[in-house]
Nanobody, 125 residues
Framework: DVQLQASGGGLVQTGGSLRLSCATSGFTFDDYAIGWFRQAPGKDREGLSCIDNSSGNKYYINSVKGRFTISSDNAKKTVYLQINGLIPEDTAVYFC??????????????????WGQGTLVTVSS
């Protein structure tokens, strides 16, 4: 079975940091890119960052560059999202998802094949 298990969320104060993890199994890791998305209450799902597990290429939306860092451990088939300088606007459920490597860098949710269950990040002011 394909699984993406997002974890690492929690309650943090403004200015704090979190490292989210996305542990994967059940598919050929190197054939896919892993994207991180978030969805705040009442808002659409927003793509944030993506890493191509084959090439190692990394992508970020402009608004998170400098604060978010995506990385992967191919041996563990796990992708990480380090978030620094958290602000209340970062409060959301964070999801990881897998898409074929040819689509790496795209944040169109409909083209992603597999999704994790999400992990909640709450930033207090």
């Amino acid at each position: 079975d394909v699984q993406l298990q997002a974890s690492g969320g929690g309650l943090v104060q403004t200015g704090g940091s979190l490292r989210l993890s996305c542990a994967t199994s059940g598919f050929t890791f190197d054939d896919y890119a892993i994207g991180w998305f978030r969805q705040a209450p009442g808002k659409d799902r927003e793509g944030l960052s993506c890493i191509d597990n084959s090439s190692g290429n990394k992508y970020y939306i402009n608004s998170v560059k400098g604060r978010f860092t995506i990385s992967s451990d191919n041996a563990k088939k796990t992708v990480y999202l380090q978030i620094n300088g958290l602000i209340p606007e970062d409060t959301a459920v964070y999801f990881c998802a897998a898409v074929a490597s040819e689509y790496s860098g795209s944040y169109t949710p409909e083209i992603y094949d597999y999704w994790g269950q999400g992990t909640l990040v709450t930033v207090s002011s």
